[in-house]
């Protein structure tokens, strides 16, 4: 007699096994077209290790952030203080670490919260179109119509300073043109055949949008999210500077400079590294965003 080892466990075993080794070699091929721009992969290294610094900043930081040395004030960069001391006698090295999980905090919170909010109005605005369009667009109009640090500004002038209410102020400042994206990539499927076949087919408005618009405007969002990145740690480093976003001690970049820009003629480091720090991110978030534009839009090629 024979015994057959086909089992259902076994079928499905195999299924998953097949499906866990396709997923890795799409992973792989997309790694594999990120290496091959160097922009696009310095842009992907400096995110990870900024990823990495703020996850294990109490192992990497070698002081406190916010203990005070006052006998080394000022000290320039040397073997104990790799980026030399502030105004206070704390080390800017492990200030700039601990600032990192600041700067990702503000960042993974907005990113977070504008993609599904200007994704929804957009496509909604896009695929209905009529009166819900102009409502829609009328309102994301008078929002994009201000410079998006000045109307941070005054919502942050209106909630009060401090972390919660920058991530609330740069929310409400950068949905606008994520849902402008979303709204022009709706317009031009919702007449597409298949969705015509769809909707032939009975199915409903909201189950078009949600199974067929939607997850063809993901990549152009994801793109412009991550473009968007650099203009956040902007924005929130200028918020800190003018003392609405994070409050001192903490060791936010932008405070970082605000504070140390009464001692940045006699030492440069107070401001310079922060600085620094702000510039290398903002263009790390540039470069893999263009690197996801060419490997994510097809119409790029």
Known sequence: MTISLDTPLASQTRERLARCRRTGA??????????????????????????????????????????????????????????????????????????????????????????????????????????????????????????????????????????????????????PPIARLARAEALSLRQADFVSAVRLQGASSLRILWKHIVPLCLPSVIIRITMNMAGIILTAAGLGFLGLGAQPPDPEWGAMIASGRTYMLECWWVVTVPGLAILINSLAFNFLGDGLRDILDPRSE
Request: avoid cysteine; charge should be neutral.
């Open 26 to 175: 799409r992973i792989g091929h997309f790694l594999g077209q990120m290496a091959r721009n160097p922009l696009t992969a310095i842009g992907g290294g400096i995110i990870l290790l900024l990823l990495v610094v703020a996850v294990f900043a109490p192992w990497i930081a070698p002081y406190h952030p916010l203990i005070q040395d006052l006998n080394n004030a000022l000290t320039p960069p040397n073997a104990q203080h790799w980026f030399g001391t502030d105004e206070f006698g704390r080390d800017i090295f492990s200030r700039l670490v601990w600032g990192a999980r600041i700067t990702l905090y503000i960042v993974l919170l907005v990113s977070i919260t504008v993609g599904p909010l200007g994704l929804l109005l957009g496509v909604t605005a896009g695929y209905f179109g009529g009166k819900v369009d102009s409502v829609l667009m009328r309102v994301t109009d008078i929002f994009i119509s201000f410079p998006s640090l000045v109307l941070a500004l005054a919502f942050v002038a209106a909630l009060g300073p401090g972390l919660e209410h920058v991530v609330i102020a740069i929310t409400l400042t950068a949905w």
